[in-house]
Structure formats: structure tokens, C-alpha cells
């Protein structure tokens, strides 16, 4: 075998991190499981049917519909695919915020909806006044992000719930990644607190469940009818997912890992990782950088383009925010140890370029 796993050791960028032990225990003994094909793969589709229901639990719905996705990127392509084929328009449009995963761009550019892409309040969270605004009578869904992929800014969800609820209009949260943070942090993104339709929840995030473990849910199983597909070759008569063939791994290993873990450990990893992500915060602003204060375990912040490119060229996995900012994840493999030692690295990178009239 060629090349090495990853080594997470220096990845600050990513919103994905090594599987629980028990999650890549149990990926590899589903590896070859299909819950694409549930008469014949009958143990991962109960499987499947309990991570669904455990999906609920976190996400505070009881008896939701859903499924096992690949990722975020899919479950939102049948967000706005379900609003879609459910709409009477010849004209359906999609309103979210600016602050949105670019996947519903894809979903945009497959399904042949309009989207309408609104601005942010000053503190990157969606304007509800814009997005009331934007919508009309072919608007079809509205989406709120809880937990956005550059900031961790969590919109303000029951206000925009109340505007789709405005226009009939499906609500959608996308929680890919804060879904699995969020129940411990206070603020109002479920479907305990407002009138949510779907909700996009990733289990290979913050969940540490093995890649791929998306999650879908709908508070309505009816709404999952408008996705389904007749399948006269298998045993199963229909099918609503995306995708047809689907491993059982990553079905296996969110089953896994939300057992171990639910509530107890993932509260502790927030509480973990929310101290790393304050802590980081400080001592980054303390080394001159302008800090974008964390709301959730992810920091923000100003960096001269030389000194990212040296962190780079360190071995530092780092990404960029929209408007250049240095971007740090404060995933489960995340440790302060690593965190005193990028902030060292920053602090010497940061006095180069100062020394060299950067």
C-alpha cells in the first residue's frame, strides 16, 4: 500500500476528525452491508432506523423520517430537492443566507430552482428583515444555518421558521456540522424550538462517526414521498434517497458511536473544545491578530497572506475564510497541546514578517 493515513496531528481546518473506536469498529464489520437494499440487508436497515430515531433525539423531534446520507452536500440537495418537487410554481425559488454552504449552490445548479442568496446582520448571522424581503409567492424553502462552516454563527431559527411559515414555504436547518454541539450550548436551532420541516445533521462531524455518515431528517414522514422512486428490481417498492447503493459502514459506525456517546461524552467534548476554541481565541489576539469571537468551537482571525503561507509551508492543514481570515476547527482530535504549539508557530511566523517590513 502506497502513501500514509492522515495524520491529524496538525489539521485545524477540517470539520471532520478521526472516528470514535467503537465508530471504526463497527464501519468494518458493515463495510459491505447495503441499507440501499433493506429487505435484503434487514440488520443495518434496523440499524438505520434506530440512528434515525437517535438523529431525532438530538436534534429534539420524536418519530422523525430520515436516512444515512454521504454528507451534508446530499442531505441539503434533498432539502431543496423535496421542497422542489412538492411546489405548484413553475418558478420555485430558495432563499437562504449568505452565510450558507456552497452545496446549496449545487442543489441550485441540479434541480433548476432560483436561489436567492441574502445578506448577513453585522454579526454574520442571517437578517431576518432580508430574507422576509427576498421571499414571494414561488418561494418554496427557507434556510437557516445552525452552526455556519466559516464563523460557527448559529441564525436566528425560530424568527426564520416564522417567515417560511409567512409564505408556506418549507423551513430547512442546516446543522451539518453544529448539530452535535448545539444541544449543550443554549441557543434555540432545533425542532424542539421552532416549526422546523427538515434539518441537515452530519454524525462525521462533531458526531465522530466514520466517513460517510450524513443525516437527513423530516419532522413529517409524508414529506420524504415526494423524493420516492419506484424500485421494481428489489424487494423494497421505493426509495427516497439519492444515492441507490449505500454502504452500511457509515450507518454502523454513527449507530456506534451515538451510543457511546449520547449525551454525556459529546457534552464533554463540546465543553472541551468550546474552552480550547476561547482559549485559542485570546492567545491569538494576544499575538496581534484580530479575533473574530468564537460562538461555537471554531476561530476566526487576520493574518497576513506570508505568514499563512509559512504556517502552511510548517505543516499546518489550515483553510481561509471568505474574507481571508485564518480559519481553526476545534474538532475532537483537536488538543490544547496542539493549540499552544500552532500559537507558538503564529507568534514566530507573525515576527518574520514584522522584522521583514511585511
Known amino acids: 500500500m502506497r502513501g500514509q493515513p492522515q495524520d491529524f496531528d496538525r489539521v485545524l481546518s477540517s ?14 464489520e458493515f463495510l459491505a452491508t447495503n441499507p440501499g437494499d433493506p429487505a435484503t440487508y434487514q440488520t443495518v436497515s434496523d440499524l438505520e432506523d434506530e440512528v434515525v430515531a437517535m438523529l431525532g433525539e438530538v ?7 430520515g436516512y444515512v446520507a454521504s454528507g451534508g452536500t446530499e442531505a441539503n440537495i434533498q432539502a431543496v430537492r423535496m421542497a422542489r418537487n412538492r411546489c405548484v410554481t413553475h418558478t420555485p425559488n430558495v432563499v437562504v443566507p449568505e452565510s450558507a454552504h456552497f452545496s446549496f449552490k449545487k442543489a441550485a445548479d441540479v434541480l433548476g430552482v432560483e436561489l436567492r442568496v441574502t445578506p448577513l446582520r453585522d454579526d454574520r448571522r442571517a437578517n431576518v428583515g432580508a430574507v422576509e424581503r427576498f421571499c ?4 418554496v424553502l427557507v434556510v437557516g444555518v445552525a452552526g455556519s462552516t466559516e464563523y460557527g454563527r448559529v441564525d436566528p431559527i425560530p424568527e426564520l421558521a416564522a417567515v417560511a411559515s409567512e409564505y408556506g414555504a ?28 427538515t434539518m441537515t445533521i452530519d454524525p462525521h462531524k462533531m458526531g465522530q462517526a466514520a466517513i460517510p455518515a450524513g443525516g437527513l431528517l423530516a419532522r413529517d414522514p409524508a414529506l420524504f414521498d415526494a423524493l420516492a422512486v419506484d424500485t421494481p428490481y428489489l424487494e423494497s417498492t421505493s426509495q427516497a434517497t439519492l444515492t441507490g447503493t449505500r454502504s452500511g459502514a457509515g450507518v454502523a459506525s454513527a ?38 469571537e468564537p460562538e461555537l468551537p471554531l476561530v476566526a482571525a487576520s493574518i497576513d497572506d506570508v505568514a499563512f503561507e ?12 471568505g474574507n481571508d481570515e485564518l480559519r481553526v476547527v476545534c474538532m475532537p482530535h483537536v488538543t490544547r497541546e496542539m493549540l499552544e504549539s500552532f500559537v507558538a508557530d503564529v507568534e514566530t511566523v507573525t515576527a518574520t514578517v514584522a522584522a521583514d517590513g511585511g
Open 170 to 197: 418549507l423551513m430547512h436547518v442546516d446543522a451539518a456540522w453544529g448539530g452535535f454541539v448545539l444541544p449543550f450550548s443554549g441557543h434555540e436551532w432545533s425542532f424542539a424550538d421552532a416549526s422546523l420541516d
Open 15 to 28: 470539520m471532520c476528525t478521526e472516528p470514535h473506536p467503537v465508530a471504526r469498529e463497527a464501519a468494518g
Open 59 to 65: 436534534a429534539g423531534v420524536d418519530d422523525p423520517a
Open 136 to 139: 414571494d409567492e414561488d418561494t
Open 255 to 292: 449507530h456506534a458511536a451515538m451510543t457511546e456517546l449520547w449525551p454525556d461524552g459529546y457534552r464533554e467534548e463540546y465543553e472541551r473544545q468550546q474552552a480550547n476554541a476561547d482559549w485559542l481565541a485570546d492567545a491569538l489576539a494576544d499575538a496581534g491578530l484580530d479575533v473574530v
Open 310 to 321: 509559512s504556517l502552511r509551508d510548517a505543516g499546518w492543514r489550515l483553510s481561509r475564510t
